[in-house]
Nanobody, 120 residues
Framework: QVQLVESGGGLVQPGGSLRLSCAAS????????MYWYHQAPGKERDLVASITANGGSTNYADSVKGRFTIARDNAKNTVALQMNNLNPEDTAVYYC?????????????WGQGTQVTVSS
């Protein structure tokens, strides 16, 4: 079955950096776009970044453009999110996501999430 396991979260001061990683298994990783979402307390889960299956194209939420970078290693079935110049508004649980689309709809697969806290 699909498994997504995030790691790399933690507590960091404003202006600091963190690198999140997601290890994927149970599906054809190299054929699927991958996504990072975040969810702050009391808020909806929002898309942060996405990357195409071959890694050739990426997209970012406006709030993280120029600070976050998504990258993948299809040989290792991993996707990473490099987060620089973090600010308190980035505090959230970060989730790795894969999607399976069929004629009957789209299924979202999620990891367990990793907490990122930006605070002095």
């Amino acid at each position: 079955q699909v498994q997504l396991v995030e790691s790399g979260g933690g507590l960091v001061q404003p202006g600091g950096s963190l690198r999140l990683s997601c290890a994927a298994s149970g599906f054809a990783f190299s054929r699927r776009p991958m996504y990072w979402y975040h969810q702050a307390p009391g808020k909806e889960r929002d898309l942060v970044a996405s990357i195409t299956a071959n890694g050739g194209s990426t997209n970012y939420a406006d709030s993280v453009k120029g600070r976050f970078t998504i990258a993948r290693d299809n040989a290792k079935n991993t996707v990473a999110l490099q987060m620089n110049n973090l600010n308190p508004e980035d505090t959230a649980v970060y989730y790795c996501n894969a999607k399976e689309t069929t004629p009957w709809g789209t299924t979202d697969y999620w990891g367990q999430g990793t907490q990122v806290t930006v605070s002095s």
